[in-house]
């Protein structure tokens, strides 16, 4: 059984609506109290003695985790466009921003956190939020709302800085910060699909091309982590595999196309399912007990926080390609479905026990940081929750509305 089984006429819109009403409200602020900005602080509730300063650079910054929040909110944007774009279609109510604009604000807010610049020291990182800018760029497009400028500039000052990165040093491949001692797969696979959506499809294959054939494991289906030089001169590899390294490639796959990307997108999805995921009890409906299903593997706190969301974003594209077959689109879907579903079924009440509770916060969720366990269990009342797993369910909860909505 799966949770579509046990719940066949779910609202995933709003649900999707949910999840962003409640990240927004429990982590989002403005950057300094600054007009025009927004930011997420990294976890909630905030010590209530620097509550105060929370959002602002006094606590942890984690460039990439709120490039993942820009791509949340472009995802809620796209579900108000196709309601209308109207006021009342906005995630949030009529008298709040859209969420179109929620992320451009989240923007500037990360130009100033991060020192007047889009740059940083880890490239992938920077891969995360030029893919954003750039589907936020398409939604600002069809919507006829400004920031595209903006959104071009973040492309200007981070293409180089992708050029730059990718050499033929170990054969080819991305290296994963400015340090150059590591290429792998969380740097390589998004620049790749970067390339591809911005017109470089030979850059995007070639990057591919040197994963296919430094860091694809034949025998697992699945791409491992990343590789270095070693002290010998031969190459060394990392052979972890990560939920979230099998999604920016699924996404380049399906981005270029062709027969061999498509048949190679194919076997990952497969792979996916034989190999990331975990056993979950699924209620069944009323009297009719409890089943065993499968979700997605999730992988705890910190940065490992958000690997199950990414993996799920690019499931529900390979969902709704008509070019993959009809049983992999299904196991595409039935994999986010049954994951969002899980993240949605172990939510509980946000009830902070110290601080203050901001207006907005109250009747809003808190999310399991592990799909397979519930919030109750992970996060019980009283304890600290990571930004990084909230964002994980609602990107995983998006895809699910994705994928219903194009049914």
Same mark, same amino acid.
């Given at each position: 059984m799966t949770f579509a089984d046990a719940s066949p006429t779910v609202d995933w819109q709003e649900r999707a609506n949910v999840a962003a009403r409640s990240v927004t409200a429990l982590?989002?602020?403005?950057?300094?109290? *600054?007009?025009?900005?927004?930011?997420?602080?990294?976890?909630?509730?905030?010590?209530?003695?620097? !509550? #105060? $300063?929370?959002?602002?650079?006094?606590?942890?910054?984690?460039?990439?985790?709120q490039a993942h929040y820009v791509d949340c909110l472009v995802d809620a944007g796209r579900r108000e466009l196709g309601n209308g774009a109207a006021p009342a279609a906005r995630f949030d109510g009529p008298a709040q921003p859209s969420a179109g604009r929620l992320a451009s604000r989240l923007v500037t807010g990360m130009w100033l956190r991060n020192g007047f610049s889009f740059v940083n020291n880890y490239y992938d990182d920077m891969a995360w939020l030029a893919l954003?800018?750039?589907?936020?760029?398409?939604l600002a497009e069809e919507t006829c709302n400004p920031g595209r400028r903006?959104?071009?500039?973040?492309?200007?000052?981070? /293409?180089?800085?992708f050029d730059e990165a990718c050499t033929g040093d170990l054969g080819g491949g991305a290296f994963w910060s400015k340090q150059r001692d590591f290429k792998n797969t969380p740097a390589t696979a998004p620049i790749a699909l970067f390339y591809a959506r911005t017109?470089?499809?030979?850059?995007?294959?070639? $990057? *591919?091309?040197?994963?296919?054939? =430094?860091?694809?494991?034949?025998?697992? #289906? $699945?791409? $491992?982590?990343?590789?270095? *030089?070693?002290?010998?001169? /031969?190459?060394?590899?990392?052979?972890?595999? !990560?939920?979230?390294?099998?999604?920016?490639?699924?996404?380049?796959?399906?981005e270029l196309g062709g027969d061999r990307n498509l048949a190679r997108a194919a076997e990952l999805v497969d792979a996916v399912d034989r190999l990331l995921t975990v056993p979950v009890q699924v209620s069944a409906a009323k009297g009719a007990g409890d089943a065993e299903g499968r979700v997605l593997r999730c992988e705890g706190t910190g940065d490992g926080g958000l690997f199950t969301g990414i993996l799920s974003r690019y499931l529900a594209l390979a969902a709704a390609d008509a070019r993959l077959s009809v049983r992999t689109r299904a196991?595409?879907?039935?994999?986010?479905?049954?994951t969002a579903g899980a993240f949605w079924e172990g939510q509980r009440p946000a009830r902070? =026990?110290?601080?203050?509770?901001?207006?907005?916060?109250?009747?809003?969720?808190v999310f399991p940081q592990h799909a397979s366990h519930p919030a109750d269990t992970s996060y019980p009342p009283g304890s600290v929750v990571e930004l990084s797993t909230q964002l994980q369910a609602w990107m995983a909860i998006e895809a699910a509305a994705s994928i219903a909505g194009a049914e």
């Open positions: 982590f989002g602020r403005k950057l300094f109290f *600054l007009p025009g900005t927004h930011l997420a602080a990294v976890k909630w509730p905030a010590p209530a003695w620097r !509550y #105060g $300063l929370k959002g602002t650079p006094l606590h942890p910054w984690h460039y990439w985790w954003a800018t750039h589907r936020l760029d398409e903006r959104n071009a500039r973040v492309r200007t000052s981070l /293409t180089p800085q017109g470089n499809p030979a850059k995007a294959q070639s $990057l *591919l091309d040197w994963l296919d054939a =430094t860091l694809f494991d034949p025998d697992q #289906g $699945l791409y $491992l982590d990343g590789a270095r *030089l070693g002290p010998e001169g /031969t190459v060394v590899v990392d052979r972890a595999v !990560y939920t979230y390294n099998q999604g920016p490639v699924l996404g380049a796959l399906l196991t595409a879907a039935r994999l986010v479905l049954d902070p =026990t110290g601080g203050p509770v901001h207006k907005g916060q109250h009747g809003r969720s």
